[in-house]
């Protein structure tokens, strides 16, 4: 559990985007790294957070490399099993043959795409708790 948000803490790392203090917990601090399409939050000690005179706080660069990781490596587990002819059987299936019939029925072409992955998903579920049991 976050215990406070910090106020306007960011920071520009040549290279890697923003990076945003998230919150602060006990002796820790969760931080956010890269641009918006690509972020990663990493957790630090809060003893390194250096605040300047206007309240905003700072953390070195050599104090982010540091960091440790925090959260799923979603990347690495997600293996998605559905072919693109299997879509089109489906949507074929529901009675989606043109652009028209698909805005038509967008809801139901979205249900079967989304059945259609929940297994991957459930298996990368599984294997994120197997790593983190580890």
Known sequence: MIEEKPKAKRKVRPGKGVVRIVGIHGKGIIVEIGPSDNLARMIA??????????????????????????????????????????????????????PADFEKNFVQARQGALGMISHDLTRMLQSVNKEATK
Do not use: F, Q
């Not at 050599?62 to 559905?82: F, M, Q, R």
């Open 45 to 98: 000690p809060s003893h390194v957070l250096e605040y300047r005179d206007d309240g905003t706080a700072l953390l070195s660069k050599s104090d982010l490399d540091a960091c440790i990781p925090y959260g799923a490596n979603w990347e690495k587990h997600l293996k998605i099993t559905v072919t693109p002819k299997e879509v089109a059987a489906m949507l074929r299936k529901r009675g989606i043959w043109t």
